[in-house]
């Protein structure tokens, strides 16, 4: 499974790269809906590539963001009188006694204070950090993908909710962000030679049982705990991970355009560090035949696949 990845969030790394159109309607309306109240989630990076709009378009854009941004500032400030308010109602009542349920509502409100003013530092920083980069299952990422004979890059939603099927797949189905190699012609047929994708990634991570990745045996520890995994490609390379995706409709409801990234059974050092899957990164010089797949020939599409970028993928626990 790819649990999590720091990926390329601005779409002008995708038009400088292949010359791709940046598909302006569909990031207006992904922004615009966010704006009137979706749960859409958007990693930070995404909305920092129109801090500085060229034209008309990207200034809308920008103005979505604006307004999404400001209300969720009103609403940390609010939290944050409220917080701060129950903050000085438990110290005043600890002053006269010391109670279990002073003390936790002291915790309670400190934590949720400087929660609050991390998320408003968030929303006012310019100075991008790692974490504006990353995103997780349900989170937003540009998606390369060939329409009508050009490079097209698209806002895609990272948990695929394949057309046609019910809305509620996405919590019948919580792992649809990744498609496993050996169900691509099973679950994932109607994707798989139809519909594929690149995602750009930096690094990826992983959920790993402790044990396994100590080397031993579960008995030795008091529970299976887990633990995040970074990995980096030793080359520095920028990976080309292989996705299928798909556009959901339905009657009254906003489309749906999402994602899954293809996995495969991971190389020894990923194997090693105790994680059984690993995404694909397919080479340059194959992904305008994956992005132009013919569902005649599937065999073309495994052969791209197997024949697939091979770095070796130094980890470290995740920060």
Known sequence: MCYSAQIQADYRRYVKMFGAQMDIR????????????????IPKAMEDAFLHPDNDDERQIKEFIDRFNTGQANTLEQDLFKQRTRLADAERALQIKVTKAATESRRIATDK??????RLDDLRRTTPKDRDFRIFPGHYAPVLIIEDGQYVVKPMRYQCRIAGKPENYDRRFPGTYNARRDNLEGFWKPCFGHTHGIMLVDVF?????????????????????NVVLEFRPNNGQLMHVACLWSRWTAPGEPDLLSFAAITDEPPPEVEAAGHDRCIVPIKAENIEAWLSPGRSDLEAMYAILDDRDRPYYEHRLAA
């Open 26 to 41: 569909e990031f207006a309306r992904l922004f615009w809906e966010r704006a009137e109240g979706s749960k859409a989630k």
């Open 113 to 118: 204070i400087d929660s609050a003013l991390r």
């Open 205 to 225: 991570y992983e959920n790993v049982s402790k044990a396994k990745m100590e080397g031993t045996l579960l008995e030795s520890h008091e529970q299976d705990e």
